[in-house]
């Protein structure tokens, strides 16, 4: 809004308003203000509407998350879009199609994530929407927003899918790339919902991953850097920084509420926003793969649900005594702190190999 501003209304605009690094830094304050001062406000709002909170599985083995977490309210999410959305409209340029193409994916997958809590909180059932609808919008979404940006990428990576630590390795996948992409993307967004099982441990990898893929952003919209690192030269993303910045202050703040014990959970209206965002990130800066790697624990959250499900079906059996995995070892006796603190570090240490990819080839 500032850039449009100035453009219009004045002879010339502020020269520090034209570095990407300044705005990303006043984003990220903005949105943190936002969060954290709009936070007490929002969740005396949320308690007296949902009155009984986020309804929780009482069935689940784990009796304490009934009685410690019973009457927490969700939708934490909403206050994290409205921080991320006020601060990017500010501090972004409205004229960059990435911009807009990662928001409206937050926005609409945010609107998948709202219908599914109020349904929750409305039949009082920790079920709501069904998996085979979100998975169907999601999938819609995605595949819009990739063929939306099919005029972001040069001709020659349009359709590639580039691997880490090899120079000019690339995969052209031709008609089958945005099929892949709109996985990559749905895929992101349910690793992290799945993620989002205890106070605080989903925030803080979303929190990480986001700061690396601001960097990569940044090199890969600098045509220096990104001839430097080998890696694919893509205009105009570099803005993706302001949007990264953003949602790292909004997170942050948050997290001030979201830590244990937390005041307010982010429901599926966060988590599957947040992922969305991080996945249609990567997919605009063409580090689909690496992906996988900053969001190694996210990867194995999900891959913990997809083999305990399916060798249940063969078997009967169970591999874990829980899924996802950090109910497993909430099972086996580890405090929840303790499980969060460690699965942040797992976080850390996935984002610095990821990040030695930019490097290392």
């Not at 045509?223 to 949007?243: D, N, T």
């Not at 937390?262 to 997919?283: Q, Y």
């Amino acid at each position: 809004m500032l850039l449009w501003i100035f453009s219009v209304f004045c002879a010339k605009t502020p020269n520090i308003l034209r570095y990407i690094t300044f705005r990303t830094s006043a984003a990220l304050v903005t949105a943190f203000l936002i969060s954290f001062f709009c936070g007490p406000a929002f969740i005396r709002s949320v308690k007296r509407l949902q009155k009984e909170g986020q309804p929780i599985r009482s069935d689940n083995g784990l009796d304490r998350h009934f009685w410690e977490k019973k009457g927490t309210p969700t939708m934490g999410g909403a206050l994290l879009l409205i921080a991320l959305l006020a601060s990017t409209a500010l501090w972004a340029n409205w004229h960059n199609l990435a911009v807009w193409l990662v928001l409206g994916v937050t926005v609409g997958y945010g609107g998948i994530g709202f219908v599914d809590d109020f349904l929750k909180l409305a039949r009082n059932d920790p079920k709501g929407l069904r998996g085979t609808y979100k998975l169907l919008l999601q999938s819609g979404i995605a595949l819009a927003a990739v063929y939306g940006a099919q005029g972001l990428w040069p001709e020659s990576v349009a359709s590639h899918v580039a691997f880490p630590f090899f120079k000019n390795l690339a995969l052209d996948l031709c008609w089958a790339f945005p099929l892949f992409a709109a996985f990559v993307i749905v895929g992101s967004s349910n690793a992290v919902n799945l993620t989002d099982g205890l106070d605080g441990l989903a925030i803080v990898p979303v929190i990480i991953g986001t700061a690396c893929f601001g960097l990569i952003s940044y090199l890969v919209g600098h045509a220096k850097f990104s001839l430097y690192l080998h890696i694919a030269f893509v205009p105009g993303v570099g803005e993706l920084c302001i949007l990264c910045g953003a949602l790292i202050g909004a997170s942050l703040g948050f997290l001030w509420y979201n830590a244990p014990p937390a005041m307010i959970f982010m429901g599926d209206t966060g988590s599957l926003a947040l992922g969305g965002a991080i996945g249609m990130t990567s997919v605009l800066v063409k580090h689909e793969i690496v992906l996988a790697i900053i969001g190694g624990l996210f990867v194995i959250e999900a891959v913990s649900v997809i083999l305990q499900v399916g060798y249940f079906k063969l078997t009967g059996k169970r591999i874990f005594l829980m899924s996802p995995i950090h109910h497993h070892f909430e099972k086996k006796g580890w405090e929840e702190p303790t499980i969060v603190v460690r699965f942040w570090i797992i976080s850390v240490m996935f984002a610095l190999a990821g990040l030695s990819t930019l490097k290392l080839r």
